[in-house]
């Protein structure tokens, strides 16, 4: 431990702030997440550039408007007979969707160990954009028979 602090940053689609419990609910059960949020920084108010899920994402990460750090046309869908996503290339090749530094990579630099786990649906490679380690879906939206990928690695 070099005596920062540790950084979460939990990205959920469609969960609203009100449906957990460090957040007033009375019924759903959330300590997992309450834990963490008891302990450490918890946002009243947050606002994302964009309501959608990957440029919400990619805005996040880049801290861009999802206009200059987008580029993608779709999602990437389920897989083709060879296995192969059918409408982003896989796995996505470069950054140019990303072009200046990313929010990891900013932690990286001021020497923070880096790691994505969960959804990624972004259209660079984050091994690519400052994750030193990465655990994610291989297809998005796909929800029984799921395969992972570690660190780019084969699912």
């Known amino acids: 431990m070099n005596g ?3 950084v979460i940053v ?3 689609d469609q969960l609203r702030a009100f449906e957990v419990g460090c957040y007033g609910n009375p019924v759903i059960q959330t300590p997992h ?3 963490p949020a008891a302990a450490g920084v918890r946002f009243q108010h947050a606002v ?3 309501p959608v899920c990957m440029p919400a994402r990619t805005s ?3 801290g861009q408007y999802s206009r200059t750090c987008m580029g993608a046309l779709g999602n990437i869908s389920e897989p ?3 296995g192969r996503p059918i409408v982003a290339s896989w796995p996505p090749q470069g950054r140019v969707h990303l072009p200046g530094p990313t929010v990891a990579e900013q932690f990286q630099a001021a020497g923070y160990e880096t790691a994505l786990i969960g959804k990624w649906h972004i259209h660079s490679a984050p091994e690519l954009v400052g994750f030193d380690y ?3 879906p291989r ?3 796909r929800h029984t028979g799921q395969e992972f990928v570690e660190n780019g690695g084969p699912p």
């Open 4 to 6: 920062k602090p540790n």
């Open 10 to 12: 939990c990205i959920c």
């Open 33 to 35: 997440i309450d834990r």
């Open 48 to 50: 994302s550039t964009n």
């Open 60 to 62: 996040l990460v880049s």
């Open 80 to 82: 083709d007979e060879n």
């Open 134 to 136: 990465t655990l994610h």
């Open 139 to 141: 297809v998005n939206h």
